[in-house]
């Protein structure tokens, strides 16, 4: 009878359980990684640049605040309001939270129901851990941030602290979810929300993705076509080669800002680049500007012909597209009224996700007239969804005119 029992399952599918200090070691690793990133790129421009003040100390602080800021935090350098954040680099804390939480997540034990619909307890206890060694991270920053000249509005904090890991939270375990249906509770797996909304989310992600490349196109254009006043500029600042480069990375990291404010212009609000500088569909107005390469790209001061008017059709065929990509999740023979409502909050969702990327890009740059610089994000959102909306309503009218032929 022995031999005909089953032989022992050698091979077990099961995940290894975590050690409790497993997360808490990757979230602090997580924050780490990105911060030391950010210091060592510092500490080599300043050990290069033989103009730079202060002492290595100082400069790992300026590393740890700047690291603090690519978070969301506001930093105030000689007493002077700084609130500019190149998004580029803002990718940087968020990739290192996310890769910590994911390896975390890809180790969980097996689900056992949900905690208030939400998530189950051991996940919930793994993801609370895995936070407290990233907020320690934050904390060391914090720490390291005093050594050097920029110091962090406390309550600003709240964005390395909370909004990234959030984020990362939302984007590990939502990709989590697509090989585990049972990861995530009814209030969390988008069952709860009008199928309309979840029909539009990924179109907005598209919709975000396209109007953020069209400004960056006719940013790099403009460059382009201005190559030898932005060369004169960098030239009249000097400082070296490796002064040069920064720059150049710093303002290709920037690339994101400054095709929102290319979006800014092409949907109406425009843009401010100093206090009495600004680009609208009016014309361009004069101003002393700081001595940013990129600056010289901008139209020389004069009123533009009535016809400039017209470049609002750009955020309305993107809004065609929306629409179209909108569409494409819905039943042909659907309602129009279910059509004009995935296209409409498609619409909203990429006008909404522009305008967050504004608010954490930020628009200052300094005091007076560099405090507020950019594209206003409050009116850029909603000149954005009104545009969109009107390009993505129309192509549902036609789509459904188009069927009923």
């Known amino acids: 009878m022995t031999l005909l029992a089953d032989p022992p399952d050698t091979a077990t599918d099961e995940k290894v359980p975590q050690r409790l200090w497993m997360p808490a070691v990757l979230g602090l690793a997580g924050a780490m990684a990105s911060l030391l990133i950010v210091i060592g790129a510092t500490l080599v421009i300043w050990s290069v640049d033989n103009l730079s003040p ?18 969301g935090t506001r930093l105030h350098l000689a007493a002077t309001p700084v609130g500019f954040v190149p998004l580029a680099l803002a990718a940087l804390p968020w990739a290192g939270a996310f890769m910590s939480l994911q390896w975390v997540l890809r180790r969980r034990g097996e689900s056992d129901g949900w905690i208030a619909g939400l998530l189950a307890a051991p996940v919930l206890r793994l993801i609370g851990i895995w936070w407290g060694g990233y907020a320690a ?4 920053a914090v720490a390291l941030s005093t050594l050097g000249p920029a110091s962090a509005l406390s309550w600003t904090l709240v964005g390395p602290i909370l909004l990234v890991p959030l984020l990362a939270c939302a984007v590990a375990l939502g990709r989590e979810a697509r090989d585990d249906e049972w990861l995530l509770g009814p209030r969390l797996d988008g069952s709860a929300l009008p199928v ?34 932005v060369v004169a500029v960098q030239t009249a600042i000097g400082g070296g080669a490796m002064a040069a480069l920064t720059t150049w990375l ?3 990291a920037s690339l994101p800002n400054l095709a929102l404010w290319a979006l800014s212009f092409l949907a109406g609000p425009g843009v401010s680049v100093v206090d009495g500088a600004s680009l609208t569909w009016s014309g361009s107005s004069s101003g002393l500007l700081p001595l940013v390469p990129v600056f010289a790209a901008l139209p020389q001061p004069g009123a533009f012909p009535w016809f400039t008017v017209l470049v609002v059709i750009v955020p309305i065929l993107c809004g065609g597209f929306i629409g179209r990509r909108a569409l494409a999740g ?16 498609a619409a909203v969702g990429t006008a909404m996700l522009i305008g967050a990327l504004d608010l954490v890009g930020g628009a200052t740059l300094g005091a007076y007239r560099l405090s507020d610089v950019g594209a206003p994000a409050g009116w850029l959102t909603l000149a954005l969804a009104g545009e969109l909306l009107v390009g993505a309503l129309l192509h549902a009218v036609w789509d459904a005119w188009r069927l009923r032929r």
């Open 54 to 71: 202060g002492t290595p100390g100082q400069a790992a602080g300026l590393g740890s605040s700047l690291w603090l800021a690519l978070g």
């Open 137 to 140: 991270g934050v904390g060391l």
């Open 196 to 229: 309309w909304v979840r029909r539009a989310l990924r179109p907005a992600l598209w919709g975000t993705a396209v109007l953020l490349a069209i400004g960056a196109v006719l940013v790099v254009s403009m460059v382009a076509l201005s190559w030898d006043r």
């Open 250 to 252: 710093v303002q290709g």
């Open 330 to 345: 819905v039943a042909r023979l659907s309602a129009l009224r279910t059509k004009l409502l995935v296209a409409g909050s």
